[in-house]
């Protein structure tokens, strides 16, 4: 804009310029200008025009910037996305405060609970998985004899079937928008191998990660905020953000924390007719199975009677399953909802259902290679047409977030060579996470005022913080939610990132953290041990009565909860 004004005013002083050389035609005396036509100049008057833009562009340099927080979307200004939020923030702060002075804080290293990123935090990536991407990525290797002596033979195969799969072998290059047709055909054949029923690689889209498939079925589905997505809470703030930015109305209904974070129907009928009443069209239904931050695994039984509300109610049923290899119980599996209902009887014109998939979670935990997609059924071919455009106009998906999509889908089998290697690292890598959660949630439940349901799967715990009424009104004086004041507070005295509750909501009255069960499992005792020192020393601090009169567990709940 500035510089469409600055060749504006070029134009009018050199008009003014060429009119000063030619002789002035007699005109009548002009009459007087209206009023409102004394702000601006002339057309007819050059030189005025000149002062007029140099005038405009003066005031825009020296007023208001062209772009502030009052002049961008608004939209982006209402959502949050606490995963990455302020006291994150401040953990990355602190932690370049500890490498310019490392005695500077009362810990040595930050310990980042905040968000399911696995390598980050040590775990080691599956061999199997990165040997294929490596020779995909440098097909010459496969042309090297020292090669079979490096790779696993398995290993070496897959690359050479998935490169016949992707036009010219050219990893480099876009793919079609959906993704590369035959890795789509392969992970359509690894969900008909899981649930038993077919699956269409032309219902796959693959995308960078489950958040832009995401986004795409809100920009779907959101017309305007008279459109509603019903949402758990506590619930993935991804999904909050997400409706906020296509302008429509997040409908929550709340999860049942005493029934180990039961999903009821009736809870869901009830805040669908609360909408409806509000003048609200809900489209869809958000299911995270396994729950974040929750770790609660949903009872087939359970799954049934949410694909029979979605089909009576006409609600698209949004279906995120990114955690579906992480279940540490034995009385639990993960069940798709496409097997549910498929096993109901139920086909494409029964039930629009959109499952999301990630390479992220899992025991993979590929967060940086951005790998994922949705399978989308009982959508009729226009609109699966206007879902096929919205995902053009990324271009493609990532090639090697493709490619690995592939492998988590089918990874080695019985007699490959890679198979047995393959199942050792998968099954320390669950079974190691599974201790975590249980040291975790054991020293979480034996602490005054804390208590914590047990994580079923996923990769988080969601404990329950009973604060005592001082600490809450400590945390009000310094404009915080309880909450995140007790987190801030962890951060600051032990290097222990967790997320408050109230960003990812919560029943009113009730505060939580979610913490992560990431950590290597060398690190959960020290973990564990600076959690208990710090909130020993926060609940003494902050105690409404002595300790010989505090029971406690859920007593302390009625001094402040």
Known sequence: MRRFLTDRARRAVAASLRGATRPAAPSPAPAPAPAAALSRPSPSAPSAMAAYMARTMSTSAAGTPPVSLDTINPKVLEFKYAVRGEIVTHAQNLEQELHKNPESLPFDEILYCNIGNPHSLGQQPVTFFREVLSLCDHPALLDKSETHALYSSDAIERAWQILEKIPGRATGAYSHSQGVKGLRDEIAAGIAARDGFHASGDNIFLTDGAS???????????????????????????????????????VPYF????????LEVDELKKQLDEARSKGITVRALVVINPGNPTG???????????????????????????YQENIYVEDKQFHSFKKIARSMGYTDDDLP???????????????????????VTGFNADVREQIYK???????????????????MNPPKVGD??????????????????????ALEEAFNSLEGITCNKAEGAMYLFPRLHLPQKAIGAAQAAGAAPDAYYALRLLQATGIVVVPGSGFGQAPGTYHFRCTILPQEDKIPAIISRFKEFHEK???????????????????????D
């Open 538 to 560: 926060f609940m003494d601090e902050f105690r409404d009565v002595s300790r010989d009169e505090a029971p406690t567990g859920t007593t302390i709940e009625s001094r402040g």
């Open 212 to 250: 832009p498939a995401v986004h795409m079925m809100m920009q779907l589905l959101i017309r305007s905020e008279k459109d509603g997505i019903l949402c758990p809470l506590p619930q993935y703030p991804l999904y909050s953000a997400s409706i906020a930015l296509h302008g429509g109305s997040f």
């Open 255 to 262: 999860l049942d924390e005493e029934a180990g974070w039961g």
């Open 296 to 322: 609660q695994v949903l009872a087939e039984e359970n799954q049934k009677k949410i694909v029979e509300f979605c089909k009576n109610e006409g609600l698209v049923l949004l279906a995120d399953e990114v």
């Open 353 to 375: 259902l959109v499952s999301f998939q990630s390479v992220s979670k899992g025991y993979y935990g590929e967060c940086g290679k951005r790998g994922g997609y949705m399978e």
């Open 390 to 408: 919205v995902a053009s106009v990324n271009l493609c998906s990532n090639i090697s977030g493709q490619i690995l999509s592939s492998l988590i």
């Open 417 to 438: 060579e890679s198979y047995e290697s393959f199942m050792v690292e998968r099954d320390g890598i669950i079974s190691s996470l599974a201790r975590r959660a249980k």
